[in-house]
């Protein structure tokens, strides 16, 4: 099975800062790399497909980059929705494995 | 649009079955999964079914859990048999390999 290595498990930041999430695989999985968002008490939603194909609606403020086994997640300039947990999600094989999250909080 | 069903507070060695009724897209097209979140955990993916009948489990599952679709009712679902105390989640269907749509998810409690 791949095992995907997210990091950091929590991060405090606010309103108007960059901020990188970086998922590591542990093997190459080319580009098949999704990254998801979760709100409390809601169901996730991909925000990243392909490693940097941003999601119908998503706002560009997010952008994905990396392939191979390094992967990172930018939020250019957060936004008080921004707030949640994201998740890395490898495609390039079954079982899909998922990163144990990072938890984005204000600081 | 995806909307699951069919979670509910069972003692544990029961059976469960979950629905996943689909709107606004070709569903017969589309591989479909089931993942899970134990509460308060990450997200673990359950099962996997593509268009063309193509099935997976994750191990933890396999040969309690059985994943079928009816494409003429737009539906997924999941038959869960001999549950655990450590199936206990919300249980969200999926499209697609990487999860382009969630449905709202449903509830499974396992607990004597």
């Known amino acids: 099975d791949i095992q995907m290595t997210q990091s950091p498990s929590s991060l405090s930041a606010s309103v108007g800062d960059r901020v990188t999430i970086t998922c590591r695989a542990s093997?190459?999985?080319?580009?098949?790399l999704a990254w998801h968002q979760q709100k409390p008490g809601k169901a996730p939603k991909r925000l990243i497909y392909?490693?940097?194909s941003l999601q119908s609606g998503v706002p560009s403020r997010f952008s994905g980059s990396g392939s191979g086994t390094e992967f990172t997640l930018t939020i250019s300039s957060l936004q008080p929705e921004d707030f949640a947990t994201y998740y890395c999600?490898?495609?390039?094989?079954?079982?899909?494995?998922f990163g144990q999250g990072t938890k984005l909080e204000m600081k | 649009q995806l909307v699951e069903s069919g979670g509910d507070l069972v003692q544990p060695g029961g059976s469960l079955r979950l629905s996943c009724a689909a709107s606004?897209?070709?569903?017969?097209?589309?591989?479909m999964s089931w993942v899970r979140q134990a509460p308060g955990k990450g997200l673990e993916w359950v099962s996997y079914?593509?268009?063309?009948?193509?099935?997976f489990y994750a191990e933890s599952v396999k040969g309690r859990f059985t994943i079928s679709r009816d494409n003429a009712k737009n539906s997924l679902f999941l038959q869960m048999n001999s549950l655990r105390v450590e199936d206990t989640a919300m249980y969200y269907c999926?499209?697609?390999?990487?999860?382009?749509?969630w449905g709202q998810g449903t509830l499974v409690t396992v607990s004597s």
């Open positions: 999926a499209t697609g390999g990487s999860y382009g749509c």
């Open positions: 093997q190459d999985i080319r580009n098949d």
């Open positions: 392909d490693a940097s």
């Open positions: 606004g897209f070709t569903f017969s097209s589309w591989s």
């Open positions: 079914l593509s268009s063309t009948g193509t099935i």
């Open positions: 999600l490898q495609h390039n094989s079954y079982p899909r494995t």
